[in-house]
């Protein structure tokens, strides 16, 4: 099914692309007509490894939480809970997992997710450190994803996500897996 639009609240947006599917929606670039957005359809497909509850509402609650202690990541510009749309604010530029898969990660983008981590992690919360859901725009890494849980330590950072913040094994398995 090819999608030329959505509405949110009323007002079109014009789906430009595809941008990518993940545990718990579909996000395309799109339009309102002056500006690109991130507008993100959530969906219930089954995730074998992931239990979600209400994931509309988890998302808006995630967002406040991260943006109360001060992770980067794009605004939350509009919602509508009867469709189960999100429309953020479009951080252009390219994904941690593009610039690893290129050899052009800078390592100030590592020491930008432990700075982040030293705000998660003293607030008991993790977030999804795989490099899709981290954009660099000029010198900034943003969290593009709003989805947060409890800190458990072998989902933090240092146990987990660095795994697939250089070209080890478990990132070209999951680029072998995926292409």
């Given amino acids: 099914m090819d999608i030329k639009s959505l509405s949110v609240n009323g007002k079109e947006y014009q789906i430009l692309k595809l941008l990518g599917k993940g545990k ?3 996000s395309y670039l799109a339009s309102d007509g002056g500006r690109k957005v991130v507008l993100k359809q959530i969906h219930h497909e089954p995730c074998s490894y992931y239990q979600f509850g209400n994931k509309i509402k988890a998302e808006i609650n995630d967002y406040k939480r991260l943006r109360e202690i001060g992770i980067p990541m794009p605004a939350m510009i509009d ?4 469709e189960e749309r999100i429309v953020k604010e479009f951080i252009d530029g390219k994904t941690a997992y593009e610039m690893v ?3 052009e990660l800078p390592e100030y983008c590592i020491t930008q997710v432990k700075n982040m981590c030293g705000l998660l992690y003293p607030a008991n919360i993790n977030i999804d450190y795989f490099p899709t859901n981290f954009v660099l725009q000029g010198s900034t890494l943003y969290y593009i994803d709003y989805e947060c849980n409890n800190y458990m330590e072998e989902w ?3 146990n987990w996500g660095i795994k697939y913040w250089s070209k080890t094994k478990e ?3 999951y ?3 995926h292409s």
């Fill in 79 to 82: 919602t509508d809970i009867k």
């Fill in 156 to 158: 933090n950072f240092e």
């Fill in 175 to 177: 680029v072998k897996e």
């Fill in 171 to 173: 990132f070209l398995d």
């Fill in 24 to 26: 718990g929606g579909y």
């Fill in 101 to 103: 898969l290129n050899d």
